[in-house]
């Protein structure tokens, strides 16, 4: 099946930095990723999706400028997490969707980043 | 309300028991229905879509009802390996997935 990865796995920054997570499909190309934060016990919510080689759509809530999203190639998007603090810790999972069957229908999801802020 | 309701549990049930969660949904077009599987700090994972005729693949058994728009999963002879959280998940027409909280289920040695 198909292969999502993100890096890194797991950071720990303090208040005030950026942190920049990787999402690649591996053996597909993904003309469509999703963005999901989940916090402890709660469910994974959308933050945006982007479609390669146009800006990204932000859900509502969510600072398009706090959480910059590159999808410069079908098979990697990045979400950077601009002066990130406390509160933006969490679990940020990326998805993807391919551009040719049989990954149209289906999103696959990348491991996950875990973020913890300082 | 929220748009996908799920009992969150915990569900602690014995080994070799069947076991059946339930979820709700808000939108009367939602389109597509998974349950994933999810488990701790990990990615969810599609366990299986879910079909208005109803579709089993081994132990699971999912069904929709789309006037009642309520979506179940049962499990039968439950493993040890089946511990995990259930999120129930509906795509509506625009295809974003709406994921539900989560069931959390222990299967008890």
């Known amino acids: 099946g198909a292969v999502v990865s993100q890096h890194p796995s797991r950071v720990i920054c303090k208040s005030g930095t950026s942190v920049k997570i990787e999402c690649r499909s591996l053996d597909f190309q993904a003309t469509t990723m999703f963005w999901y934060r989940q916090f402890p016990k709660q469910s994974l919510m959308l933050m945006a999706t982007?479609?390669?080689?146009?800006?990204?759509?932000?859900e509502q809530g969510v600072e398009k400028d706090k959480f910059l999203i590159n999808h410069a190639s079908l098979t990697l998007s990045t979400l950077t997490v601009t002066s990130a603090h406390p509160e933006d810790s969490s679990f940020y999972i990326c998805?993807?969707?391919?551009?040719?069957?049989?990954?149209?229908?289906?999103?696959?999801f990348g491991p996950g980043t875990r973020l913890t802020v300082l | 309300r929220k748009e996908v309701e799920q009992d969150p549990g915990p569900f602690n049930v014995p080994e070799g028991a069947t076991v059946a969660f339930n979820c709700t949904y808000s939108n009367s077009a939602s389109q597509s229905f998974f349950w994933y599987r999810q488990d701790c700090r990990k990615e969810p994972k599609l366990l299986m879509s879910v079909y208005s005729s109803g579709n089993e693949d081994g132990r699971f058994t999912a069904q929709l009802n789309r006037a009642s728009q309520y979506i179940s999963l049962l499990i039968r002879d439950s493993k040890l390996s089946d511990s995990a959280t259930y999120l129930c998940?509906?795509?509506?027409?625009?295809?974003?997935?709406?994921f539900g909280t989560g069931t959390r289920l222990t299967i008890i040695p």
């Open positions: 998805s993807a969707r391919g551009a040719a069957p049989p990954s149209t229908d289906t999103q696959y």
């Open positions: 998940v509906v795509r509506k027409r625009n295809e974003k997935l709406t």
């Open positions: 982007s479609n390669e080689g146009s800006k990204a759509t932000y």
